[in-house]
């Protein structure tokens, strides 16, 4: 009979319970970490800051960071399970996901939370949103492109081509013209298709009530008639979405994800028990803060930006600056950054790094725009009393009188967390911002 894997687990950024004498097992699940499977959710892959886990000095414990999922893997011939849950609950992920990709998820929220098996939960998870991104792009159909062909007969097709038609006028009678016919974008199709087949193979994905949309879609790749052949990654980067199948892209993303799936710790055996599969918080959470605002936002006369930012061009120290979410109104502006770190108030859950990145977006806005506010939006993990947010709210930058500008740490209340408080605590967080409009 088969031990059971030893399980090391955890909530997101909260310490692994059963760590002690499994620090070297962690350690190694930290060292492998291209060797994970993360996929995900959006159009931007943020990895530059990524963190598995990490080592707290403070208290001496081993700390998840901002990945949710399962991975099963061999240390010294040991088995282990590491497993990062939600530090809010399935409830909340899946309230952020119904707002990012406009969704209902009613019919999963009852499965998985009769489910314990957080590999079958990413799985279904993963297989439930590529149908429904595949749903909401296939407005037009599969993406195509127009391909010349060469017709030879008595008659024309399309346009003439004199030069060769020469021979064959001559040899047979006949003359040769081109025409441009739509076809299938290869790369895309092949894609999607791989990605259907490990879906509906390996995540479940026939047990999934399947839209008109989606299933229209994945007709059209199953007719395609495209070579089913290998896909390399230059293939992938080089895809080219013209302005009507630009849809098509995260759910093409998402299908790259999907079939890159490896074995985890670098075992190359594709019968072995390990594997990983992540997704990141930290990307859910800032996609969910855009939409939310966006939304909010929109009736005042506000727009969303995505601003990329370079300084210093042509400097050995130039930088790009990428802040996570500007709100535009004529010359005002409100700089957001999304953190999705523990926010208790306490002293260091305030990051330095944090701290200054944000003043210098706003600094930067500074010098020709009328900057309104801006900071730092965490999910918080204790209660946002009135007085709390007093302290977390600034008039001016750096608290001295000298510009108009409210600078802030705020996000949503996540503590004693039902449905119909996360709705509330919503709407107070959008309120609270929108008041901002007013100073």
């Known amino acids: 009979m088969t031990e059971s894997p030893i399980l090391i687990e955890a909530k997101d950024c909260f310490p692994f319970k059963n760590q002690e004498g499994n620090g070297e097992a962690i350690q190694y699940f930290i060292s492998n970490q ?6 995900h959710l959006g159009n931007q892959q943020k990895s530059d800051d990524l963190e598995i886990a990490y080592f707290n000095t403070k208290d001496a414990k081993w700390y998840a960071g901002r990945l949710v999922g399962e991975a099963q893997f061999k240390y010294n011939e040991i088995d282990y399970k590491i497993v990062i849950k939600p530090r809010f609950g399935n409830l909340q992920l899946f309230r952020m996901l119904e707002e990012v ?9 009852s499965n998985v939370n009769k489910q314990n098996d957080y590999q079958y939960l990413i799985k279904q998870l993963i297989a439930f949103l590529w149908l429904n991104l595949l749903s909401k792009a296939n407005k037009h159909g599969i993406p195509k492109h127009n391909k010349v062909r060469y017709y030879k007969g008595a008659t024309v097709r399309g346009r003439l081509d004199v030069r060769k038609s020469i021979i064959p006028l001559y040899v047979e009678e006949k003359i040769v013209s081109r025409y441009n016919e739509k076809v299938v974008d290869a790369n895309i199709s092949k894609i999607l298709l791989k990605a259907y087949r490990i879906l509906k193979s390996d995540y479940k994905l026939s047990s999934i009530k399947v839209s008109l949309g989606a299933k229209n879609a994945i007709e059209q790749i199953l007719t395609s008639n495209i070579r089913d052949t290998y896909i390399t990654e230059s293939d992938f980067t080089n895809i080219k979405y013209n302005d009507i199948y630009k849809s098509f892209k995260p759910v093409v993303d998402l299908s790259w994800d999907i079939i890159k799936k490896k074995n985890f710790g670098n075992n ?9 599969f992540f997704i ?3 990307e859910v959470w800032e996609i969910y803060l855009r939409s939310i605002l966006k939304r909010q936002f929109a009736k005042y006369g506000w727009k969303l930006r995505k601003d990329k930012i370079q300084t210093y061009k042509g400097k050995d120290f130039k930088r790009l600056l990428i802040p996570d979410i500007v709100l535009e109104r004529g010359n ?8 999705y770190k523990r926010m208790e108030f306490d002293y260091f859950d305030y990051d330095r790094a944090d701290f200054f990145q944000i003043h210098t977006y706003l600094n930067y806005y500074h010098q020709n725009r009328n900057v309104i506010a801006g900071g730092l939006l965490y999910p918080l993990s204790k209660y946002f009393s009135p007085e ?4 977390n709210k600034s008039n001016s930058l750096f608290n001295q009188e000298t510009t108009n500008t409210s600078y802030l740490v705020d996000g949503i209340d996540y503590t004693n967390l039902t449905e119909e408080k996360v709705k ?4 107070n967080f959008l309120n609270r911002i929108a008041e901002l409009q007013k100073n």
């Open 34 to 39: 291209k060797e994970l499977n993360i996929f």
């Open 101 to 109: 990709f406009n969704i209902k998820l009613t019919h999963s929220k």
């Open 268 to 276: 190359n055996d594709k019968n072995s028990d390990s594997f990983s």
């Open 280 to 282: 990141d918080m930290a």
């Open 332 to 339: 005002d502006v409100m700089v957001w950054d999304a953190k």
């Open 388 to 391: 709390r947010q007093f302290k």
């Open 424 to 427: 509330n605590e919503e709407l």
